[in-house]
């Protein structure tokens, strides 16, 4: 296995601190899960429901692979305790508020003090500094709302919507493992462990990174559209004959040709108003009429024959 031998402990709830460690875990490292007493909270998300497995999927997820241990930092021992498995890992990673890692002899200072070679590890909503710096941060709150992908993902003009949690999690957990990996490789060089931190926030700005860098060079902030806005005549959702949607993504100026051609429509090519780029929206509007009464002529698996012929981007929306 990859990282056999590494040894984390993970000190962390809810879900983009274990889903970091569960990656690790999957790929051999000896992963030790420390929860409270009561547990992490998110195995009792579900608490409310009927539940004959006894078992959260949320939860088992994220823990996969995990040895546990059930510590009580608000007593010297269970500190002690928890301060005697760091001094053995190879990674401690939390994302506890550091205000109390602090207050518990838990932070980075005190624990590398002891261990040198230990990788601190932690996860924040907002950053260690910074006015924000000591808030919570959630999936939906410092990924979603705080970074501005609810707002760039919604259509103009509409309300806010939220999302289904762990998306922004779950992208934090892949940063916090590449953080924790580049880590362990400086190690090897130096024989010196470090701190290494990530944030909900800061996951969040680069996954709109392009539109960000958009928004930075123009002034302008990228939104989603209504389809009927989209600049783009066959960039987007489509509908089959038999009520299935799929979407297409033209790549370069040829795609156009190729999705004529694909339809039976060759003749448009001919047609000097369509002549590629398209950009007056009425024109658009009267591609995309077009290209959706093809596509309603079809079936989703004729379509996508069609499609796949072409060496055209889709997938079907499932």
């Not at 296995?1 to 790929?27: H, N, R, T």
């Not at 290209?291 to 072409?310: H, I, K, P, S, Y």
């Amino acid at each position: 296995m990859l990282l056999q031998g590494l040894k984390v402990v993970d000190f962390s709830a809810y879900i983009a601190g274990p889903g970091a460690a569960g990656i690790l875990s999957d790929w051999g490292a000896s992963v030790i899960k420390v929860e409270r007493p009561g547990g992490d909270n998110m195995r009792h998300v579900f608490a409310d429901l009927a539940n004959d497995l006894g078992s959260n999927p949320t939860f088992d997820l994220d823990n996969r692979g995990k040895r546990g241990v059930v510590l009580d930092i608000s007593k010297p021992a269970g500190r002690d305790a928890l301060a005697r498995l760091a001094a053995e890992a190879d990674v401690f990673l939390t994302n506890v508020r550091p205000v109390s890692l602090k207050k518990n002899g838990l932070d980075d200072e005190a624990l590398r003090k002891v261990n040198p070679r230990l990788i601190y590890a932690v996860i924040t909503g907002y950053g260690l500094e910074g006015p924000e710096a000591h808030l919570p941060g959630f999936d939906v709150t410092a990924f979603w709302a705080r970074s501005g992908i609810g707002y760039m993902t919604a259509p103009k003009g509409a309300e806010p919507f939220l999302r289904t949690s762990g998306v922004g999690d779950h992208s934090t957990s892949l940063a916090t493992v590449s953080a924790i990996l580049a880590a362990v490789h400086e190690r090897t060089r130096t024989g010196v462990g470090r701190l290494v931190e990530t944030s909900l926030l800061r996951t969040g700005v680069y996954a709109i990174g392009s539109d960000m860098a958009i928004q930075l060079r123009y002034g302008q902030v990228v939104t989603a559209q209504p389809r009927r806005e989209r600049p783009g005549p066959i960039s987007g959702f489509f509908r089959t004959k038999d009520d299935r949607w799929l979407l297409l993504l033209p790549r370069t100026t040829e795609c156009f040709t190729q999705l004529m051609i694909a339809l039976d429509r060759p003749e448009l090519l001919a047609e000097p108003r369509y002549e590629w780029p398209v950009t007056d929206m009425d024109t658009v509007r009267e591609v995309r009429a077009i290209v959706d009464d093809a596509f309603a002529q079809m079936t989703l698996a004729e379509v996508g024959e069609r499609l796949t012929a072409g060496d055209l981007a889709w997938a079907p929306k499932e």
